[in-house]
């Protein structure tokens, strides 16, 4: 099951996602997670950053998580990426 207020970054341009942290924020949701992984994790952190200095200044920095997934492509070999979880409450 996925929480309704978590925010996955991928390869779509950054504003997209601020706007999906803005909406979740202006749906009255108390606190949301930006998870990414890989080279995704800069731009989560550009989005989070975004998000705080320019739309929603209130927003605070709850708690932000480090470490390594493994995952499993379809030909069988084991990849570790890192990955990061940002929790912003309001």
Do not use: C, H, W
């Amino acid at each position: 099951m996925i929480d309704d207020n978590v925010v996955f970054i991928g390869n779509k341009p950054i504003m997209n996602y601020v706007l999906a942290v803005n909406t979740q924020f202006s749906g009255g949701v108390k606190e949301v997670v930006v998870k990414a992984r890989g080279k995704a994790i800069s731009r989560a952190v550009d989005v989070v950053e975004i998000v705080r200095n320019r739309f929603i200044t209130e927003a605070k920095l709850k708690d932000i998580t480090i470490g390594t997934e493994e995952i499993t492509t379809k030909e069988g070999t084991l990849l570790k990426l890192s990955s990061i979880e940002i929790i912003l409450e309001k």
